[in-house]
């Protein structure tokens, strides 16, 4: 209104002010002066007088101070709660289950991932679209008519209480009364009491972080607990799961520390300032410098990781596998691994190993091996990277295990499911290679009866060769190559992204990447075998037995199995001389003697490095050959070795750095060898 005023006004005295033109410049000023004078006089009166009826009268606001959504034509209801735990805390927990549900059983996902997220996918009024996210099994959920319930573990996003990363169980090393266990006991309890459409039977599941969760509801379960599926747990930390492999820290794993410990909802991201991410790690030098160039020591899990870079009572005492095989087993519980796992590959068939031990005859274990990646279980699993299994595998298993696993303890009436595959096998194991799943009675085991598994060594020898036949006297004794920590071996073709899923991002595939690159390198020793005339089986783990040296006083050997496919390979021609990756691992070698105290390594002395790789059931096929693959480097995966001794490698300075000449040894009595779990068929 006053703009409008004002504009009214400078027409109507136009003009009077073009009849004093002639007078000149400064009168025509002056008169200016007073026509705003007059505007000032008269229209800042009405602009305060309209502003001051408009703030009386108020605009209403259109958003009510409390929305209720119309979800009558929903076929779900969703629930929010906050859960009491036994010291006060409570924990956001979404619940979500089919409309109309009577007697219906619970799957219960404990999470460091925003619970809401995952039962919030997308904005429907069905129930499967809104369960189409990590962690849930959506099939088995929607079709087996299950109460879905995902909460925010203590620290994060919409739960109270303080975050402890993977945090450990009440006793020497968690001083308060609750831990995973408590916890999960605790939202069980109120979920049979508080949820009426439940039949009361609880199964726990998940992946990952969320695999462990499920494991440390195992620990003095609630009695209404009647099932687990952790689904590539995190085991052991230093072992060989998330943080560590055999000493080697896996410096990748910064950005999801950063992300995850320094704000309850993750809205704090780690950054970067190159594109490749060897740059990022190459220009901080050690991986303690990088973290303090990003502020990481601010977070408690960094510190303790700085704290603890050898195998010590701090880890040991968190490591589940000893947890849990040291009491009995109560709740059925299926481990499921996956065979190229990038990120928990060790702590599943760990898990089963100590349990089996533990308890020779329990009928509560199973197992399932999927070829898969970290968590494909749950998506399509029909190939990795180039490598295809001509059907979907992940489907499979939650059609044909998963679920008939899960009914079978959960469903009322239902000890037994209807089908060829409802007796779900102790194990079941997809065999690489063939393409084949196989139904097992335990692990390892190469077939359902009459196999035998021999532990079979697989020589380095002369020539860079590799054969079942020991090295022979008067052959070459070693092949050498020199490591550069300037010029450390990258994991994979350069550029390398960071840890990332989502569109655009390689990383879960990363271990079917095609090792041609590495093979080619001068810091590399390549052995090869001749090309098979017959198929040749492995079922368990591989172990390396590297007799080797170096001239500096520490370093690292990496060991990787390989399948080299023919030259061409008719109907994809892509795959024609591709060297797939079967089973490879790392050792760091100041922890030969012991994992809990390191020592130099004398130099120039041939030693043996004995250590496990990761689980296979492959089978080489005629016209393939085996390559072995041995380096000392692996970067950015694994920090950097000096490869001169330094009390501790996250602090390592640019002068520790130095290069070494490596020997491989491969004469009588020095033997290198892969010790390869080999299976004879009758």
């Known amino acids: 209104m006053a703009e409008l005023g004002r504009a009214s006004y400078l027409r109507k005295s136009s003009s009077w002010l073009t009849s004093l033109r002639l007078r000149g410049r400064v009168c025509l000023f002056v008169l200016l ?22 703030a009386s009268a108020g605009l209403p606001s259109e958003t009510p101070a409390t929305f209720t959504p119309v979800t009558t034509s929903f076929d779900y209801v969703k629930r929010d709660v906050m859960i009491p735990m036994r010291d006060g805390v409570k924990l956001h927990t979404v619940i979500v289950l089919p409309k109309g549900a009577k007697g219906a059983p619970i799957l219960l996902t404990r999470t460091p991932y925003n619970a809401s997220a995952q039962v919030s996918h997308a904005e429907s009024s069905h129930l499967g679209p809104i369960l189409n996210g990590y962690d849930n099994a959506t099939e088995v959920i929607v079709e087996g008519g299950y109460i879905r319930v995902v909460q925010d573990i203590r620290g994060k996003y919409g739960s109270e209480g303080d975050y ?3 945090r450990p169980l009440r006793g020497p090393l968690n001083p308060t009364l609750v831990d995973h266990a408590t916890d999960t006991y605790d939202t069980i309890d109120w979920l049979v009491k508080n949820v009426p459409e439940s039949n009361g039977k609880v199964g726990v599941l998940g992946i990952s972080y969320e695999g462990f969760t499920t494991l440390m509801a195992l620990v003095n379960p609630h009695p209404a607990l009647k099932v687990a599926v952790p689904m590539n747990p995190m085991v052991d930390g230093w072992m060989g799961d998330d943080w560590f492999h055999n000493g080697a820290f896996r410096e990748q794993n910064m950005g999801y520390i950063y992300d995850q410990e320094a704000t309850r909802a993750n809205d704090a ?18 991986a303690g410098e990088l973290g303090r160039r990003h502020g990481l020591e601010q977070v408690g899990f960094w510190r303790k990781l700085l704290e603890h870079p050898s195998y010590d009572e701090w880890w040991q005492e968190q490591a589940m596998d000893r947890i849990l095989a040291a009491q009995p087993m109560k709740v059925p519980t299926m481990l499921v691994a996956s065979l190229w796992d990038q990120e928990d590959i060790y702590g599943a068939p760990a898990l089963y190993k100590a349990l089996k031990a533990a308890s020779a005859n329990n009928d509560k274990l199973f197992l399932v091996f999927g070829p898969w990646h970290h968590g494909q279980e749950i998506g399509d699993g029909s190939s990795l990277g180039p490598i295809k299994f001509n059907s ?48 097992l009675p335990t692990w390892p085991s190469g077939c359902a009866s009459g196999c035998t ?8 020898t002369a020539e860079l060769k590799l054969s079942l036949a020991a090295p022979q006297p008067g052959e070459a004794a070693f092949d050498e190559y020199v490591s550069d920590p300037a010029k450390p071996v990258p994991y994979r073709a350069r550029p390398i992204q960071p840890m990332g899923y989502g569109d655009g991002f390689t990383w879960s595939r990363w271990l079917v990447d095609d090792q041609r690159e590495a093979s080619g390198r001068p810091d590399v020793a390549v052995f090869t075998s001749d090309v098979l005339t017959a198929p040749m089986k492995i079922s368990g783990q591989p172990v390396a037995n590297l007799v080797a040296s170096t001239s500096g006083t520490d370093s690292d050997w990496v060991v990787k199995v390989i399948d080299v496919y023919p030259d061409e390979v008719a109907g994809d021609s892509k795959l024609g001389g591709y060297e797939l990756m ?17 020592k130099p390594i004398a130099s120039g002395q041939p030693l043996l490095y004995r250590f496990n790789l990761p689980t296979a059931n492959h089978v080489f096929l005629p016209g393939h050959r085996i390559m072995v693959q041995v380096q000392s480097s692996w970067f950015p995966l694994y920090d950097r070795n000096p490869q001169s001794f330094v009390p501790n490698i996250f602090w390592a300075k640019p002068e520790d750095y130095r290069k070494a000449t490596q020997r491989v040894y491969h004469a009588p009595g020095q033997a290198s060898f892969i010790e390869l779990p080999l299976v004879t068929i009758p």
């Open 33 to 54: 002066g007073a026509a705003l004078s007059v505007e000032t006089l008269f229209v800042a009166p009405v602009m305060a007088q309209t502003a001051a009826s408009a």
């Open 164 to 166: 402890v990363m993977t």
């Open 269 to 286: 991201l780690w950054w970067t300032n190159h594109f490749d991410d060897y740059d990022v790690f190459m220009e901080a030098g050690s």
């Open 392 to 439: 979907d595998t992940g489907l499979y298993f939650r059609q044909e295990i998963l679920r008939p696993f899960l009914d079978k303890y959960l469903k009322d009436g239902n000890s037994k499911d209807d089908g060829p595959h409802a007796e779900v096998a102790p194990v079941t194991a997809f065999e690489t290679g063939t393409n084949t799943w196989r139904r």
């Open 453 to 460: 598994i021999q532990a079979t060594p697989l020589y380095l």
């Open 582 to 598: 079967i089973s490879a691992d790392i050792f760091r070698g100041r922890y030969r003697e012991s994992l809990q105290t390191p």
